[in-house]
């Protein structure tokens, strides 16, 4: 089993810059997950936003972020990052990290066995 807790969160205005952490702790060995990002905005669905595979190879992306967002590992850290620029109001939303037992580029939360509890990030104009 494995704890997932997020953290870099903030208020950012439009255009700007944030770097999202996602660290792992427990039994289970980080490299061992596949791991994704996915936000929720107020109101709206959970949505897929990046992953990445258990080496960090491989990754996938929502189009709504393509160019914009990088995700990537560090498996001596136990950590993934998600690094968002260029952000826009829409961004807005809390997000959150989440593991998946198989090695997959998965978009769909079902995908997915554990999840942090998110953290909030605010566009402003």
């Known amino acids: 089993q494995v704890q997932l807790v997020e953290s870099g969160g903030g208020l950012v205005q439009a255009g700007g810059s944030l770097r999202l952490s996602c660290t792992a702790s427990?039994?289970?060995?980080?490299?061992?997950?596949?791991m994704g990002w996915f936000r929720q905005a107020p109101g709206k669905e959970r949505e897929f936003v990046m992953s990445i595979n258990r080496s960090g190879g491989m990754t996938s992306y929502a189009d709504s972020v393509k160019g914009r967002f990088t995700i990537s590992r560090d498996n001596s850290k136990s950590t993934v990052y998600l690094q968002m620029n260029s952000l826009k109001l829409e961004d807005t939303a809390v997000y959150y990290c989440?593991?998946?037992?198989?090695?997959?580029?998965?978009?769909?939360?079902?995908?997915?066995?554990?999840w942090g509890q998110g953290t909030a990030v605010t566009v402003s104009s």
């Open positions: 989440a593991a998946a037992r198989l090695n997959i580029l998965g978009s769909r939360s079902t995908a997915y066995d554990y």
């Open positions: 427990g039994r289970s060995t980080f490299s061992s997950y596949a």
